[in-house]
């Protein structure tokens, strides 16, 4: 039977702008049952020119332009015969012609905050969002890599810990340079290849905190930002030092392959160092600034911080942690810190924090907890201060009033200083809760890291359930060698506990993340808490 009878002529002709042919390819997809997991499965089984994945075809399905290559591709894996596929592509081409492009803001249009741009603390008689920025040492030779893109093209990297000045920095250089460029900040590789198959222009294309882009689905590749350069396009990002250099150096002839794709796309990189101290010069250009900006004036009176870090509030916050009223508040940012840690980017629901923080707390805390307890606890986490940052944000899933969760503030995610590994009702709660396979996959690589393979197989697992188009009855049993290296298997899939068999890798000496006697995991710590007399 002929596609065009579930979308006929009539309506490819009636179709007036990208959002009704979209919805005529959603119906495609709705007769054909098939969902986007399986068109990029489908997609890479017909070995076609384009991979499509979920984060492609969903923006097309709900209105966004597809690439006429992306079309044919949608066309061939919905079996749509060869005869009508032409009717589509008439009607691409017609609303190719009519239809103008998106608008993309320039530069100076978008607001730093948007950009990435901590807020400020705040001072008396302080005036805008941001304080006067001051200059650093390596400003001069920022600008000339990014003016030399206006011509060619350039990828810039600026590398620093959090809190360093590294996006304020950026946003300066930027700013002085190319004002009136458009600039996208993509959300995935999927939106940088829409990009790609667009009509060339010069543009500004802004990868703050880079390390999104490393293991995500698609990749993102050395080849993507050549072709970017080709444009002239000016690629900036900003990445932490610890994610730099894990994957400027993989580990030998033997590291995995998408270490190796990670170390190709950062030798494309002009890399700018940011320290998180100020130099002398610097220091003395902060003093000038502070004549005139209380800002400035009330950091520089900090001394136990950096000014760029006092600026993000992030000491307060630390202190905070460090002081907080009662052990639940400290637990819940602790454990907020820590899945941030081991590589969760996506923010944790209430209901985790109830059953997570067992493990940070003594037997009578956990006894004798009072009634609001964790409302109290979040409620302190989120408080903000100098009226800027606070130590958790709730944030909401799209829809105003609805709350998807809370995420750590950068600094206080990075500057904990917490010497014991997470407990297990951390692991536990974060690999039962997680609902994204990159996160499940970032726990996986973390535990491995820490010697926690139980919890590396669980997260394995979950990360594959999450992108299974159904859950299997029967239970999965994972055997071989997994990302540790170790053999391993599973002997008692009817209550999901998993048993290794063998003892860890010889060599290795004991840590505060390493079991003392075997590599078995032990009992769940289980958060049936008896509560009070009248609590």
Request: with cysteine; charged share 25%; proline share 7%.
């Amino acid at each position: 039977m002929s596609y065009l009878t579930i979308v006929s002529a009539a309506d490819l002709a009636d179709a007036q702008d990208w959002a009704a042919f979209g919805k005529l390819l959603n119906r495609l997809k709705v007769d054909r049952g098939i969902s986007l997991t399986k068109i990029q499965q489908q997609a890479r089984r017909l070995n076609l020119p384009r991979d499509l994945p979920p984060a492609t075809v969903s923006p097309v399905m709900n209105g966004r332009r597809p690439a006429k290559e992306v079309l044919s591709c949608l066309l061939k894996v919905l079996d749509v015969p060869q005869a009508d596929r032409a009717t589509w592509q008439d009607a691409w081409n017609r609303l190719a012609e009519t239809q103008p492009p998106s608008p993309i803001p320039r530069f100076d249009e978008v607001s730093p905050r948007q950009l990435g741009i901590h807020a400020a603390i705040t001072a008396e008689e302080s005036i805008g969002d941001l304080p006067e920025y001051v200059g650093r040492d390596f400003g001069d030779d920022l600008r000339k890599r990014i003016s030399a893109g206006i011509v060619r093209g350039c990828f810039v990297l600026l590398v620093g810990r959090s809190s360093s000045g590294k996006t304020r920095s950026l946003y300066e250089a930027v700013r002085m340079v190319a004002p009136n460029w458009p600039v996208v900040q993509p959300a995935g590789t999927g939106e940088i290849v829409e990009l790609l198959d667009a009509p060339r222009q010069k543009i500004i294309v802004w990868l703050d905190e880079m390390h999104r882009f490393f293991g995500a689905d698609p990749r993102l590749t050395k080849e993507h930002v050549i072709r970017l350069l080709q444009f002239p396009a000016i690629v900036v990002a900003t990445l932490w030092p610890d994610d730099y250099l894990k994957r400027k150096t993989p580990r030998g002839l033997g590291a995995p392959a998408e270490v190796e794709n990670d170390r190709r796309l950062l030798e494309l990189a002009e890399v700018v160092s940011v320290p998180d101290v100020l130099s002398g010069p610097e220091q003395a250009e902060a003093e000038r600034v502070a004549e005139t900006d209380t800002r400035i004036r009330l950091a520089l009176d900090v001394k136990d911080a950096g000014l760029t870090q006092v600026l993000a509030a992030g000491p307060d916050l630390l202190h905070r942690w460090e002081q907080a009223p009662d052990p639940y508040a400290k637990a819940v940012i602790s454990f907020a810190a820590d899945a941030r840690r081991l590589g969760v980017l996506s923010p944790i629901a209430q209901d985790a924090f109830d059953s997570a923080i067992g493990g940070y707390l003594t037997s009578s805390q956990r006894v004798n907890r009072p009634r609001h307890w964790l409302a109290d606890a979040l409620a302190f986490g989120g408080q903000e201060l100098h009226g800027a940052v606070s130590a958790l944000t709730p944030v909401d899933d799209g829809e105003a009033g609805l709350l998807a969760g809370y995420v750590v503030a950068d600094y206080v995610a990075q500057h904990i200083r917490r010497t014991e590994c997470p407990p297990r009702s951390a692991w536990e709660t974060l690999i039962s809760t997680a609902e994204d396979a990159e996160d499940l996959r970032r726990l996986a690589a973390a535990a491995n890291a820490r010697m926690r393979y139980c919890h590396e197989e669980e997260a394995l697992r979950r990360s594959s359930t999450c992108m299974a188009e159904e859950l299997s009855s029967s239970p999965v049993c994972f055997s071989g060698v997994g990302a540790s290296g170790r053999q391993s298997t599973c002997c008692d899939a009817t209550c999901g506990r998993f048993r290794m068999i063998d003892q860890p890798p010889t060599g290795l000496t004991t840590s505060s993340c390493l079991p003392s006697v075997s590599t078995k995991c032990a009992p769940p710590l289980r958060m049936t808490i008896p509560r009070r007399a009248g609590a």
